[in-house]
T-cell receptor, first 113, second 115 residues
Framework: AQSVTQPDIHITVSEGASLELRCNYSYGATPYLFWYVQSPGQGLQLLLK??????LVQGIKGFEAEFKRSQSSFNLRKPSVHWSDAAEYFCAVGATGRRALTFGSGTRLQVQP | ETGVTQSPTHLIKTRGQQVTLRCSSQ?????VSWYQQALGQGPQFIFQ???????GRGNFPPRFSGLQFPNYSSELNVNALELDDSALYLC??????????????FGPGTRLTVT
């Protein structure tokens, strides 16, 4: 069965600083990988996705993620964080067959002025 | 393009009661998935419907059931509510083709509180 680990429960960065959120997955085949963002009390917004091809994928709001098969990782990055980026971030992997998403437990991002 | 909508926004029920949550898919999408998100956790897959048929189910008991209608809207029904059913219930829609089915767009959720 597939699983997703987000090692960092809570991260605090200063506005304008760079950001990297870690995601490790466990899956036997080529994974479909996603990053979602959730503001308090809201649903999930898709930031970016990886199906195949170029291992560096660009998303919305200036985010990017890099798929590294050798490390089973799909880390999310942003060169300069804005106060509006404060939210919960979820990494997810697609499960073959039922086409469901398996989510990590999330990383809460706090942005200091 | 209309996004995914869910109703109601909030709901308070008593243990043992039954509840129905509703979801309207994003325009053009024929697949609906439901997830349960407990406080402080990531969403957990409940089940998925594709063209009115259940297309996969997560580790949830049979008292969680669903429907999908010809217009691809969907309902989640939960019978015999338990306190642990208190959570944010998220609906997501996608296209039914292979890779596109994984690209799921979520609604704002229904917050269910069971007392």
């Amino acid at each position: 069965a597939q699983s997703v680990t987000q090692p960092d429960i809570h991260i605090t960065v200063s506005e304008g600083a760079s950001l990297e959120l870690r995601c490790n997955y466990s899956y036997g085949a080529t994974p479909y990988l996603f990053w979602y963002v959730q503001s308090p009390g809201q649903g999930l917004q898709l930031l970016l996705k990886y199906f195949s091809g170029d291992t560096l994928v660009q998303g919305i709001k200036g985010f990017e993620a890099e798929f590294k098969r050798s490390q089973s990782s799909f880390n999310l990055r942003k060169p300069s964080v804005h106060w509006s980026d404060a939210a919960e971030y979820f990494c997810a992997v697609g499960a073959t067959g039922r086409r469901a998403l398996t989510f990590g437990s999330g990383t809460r991002l706090q942005v200091q002025p | 393009e209309t996004g995914v909508t869910q109703s109601p926004t909030h709901l308070i029920k008593t243990r043992g009661q039954q509840v129905t949550l509703r979801c309207s898919s994003q325009s053009g999408h024929n697949t609906v998935s439901w997830y349960q998100q407990a406080l402080g956790q990531g969403p957990q897959f409940i089940f998925q419907y594709y063209r009115e048929e259940e297309n996969g189910r997560g580790n949830f008991p049979p008292r969680f059931s669903g429907l999908q209608f010809p217009n691809y809207s969907s309902e989640l029904n939960v019978n015999a509510l338990e306190l642990d059913d208190s959570a944010l219930y998220l609906c997501a829609s996608s296209l039914g083709s292979w890779t596109e089915a994984y690209e799921q767009y979520f609604g704002p959720g229904t917050r269910l509180t069971v007392t």
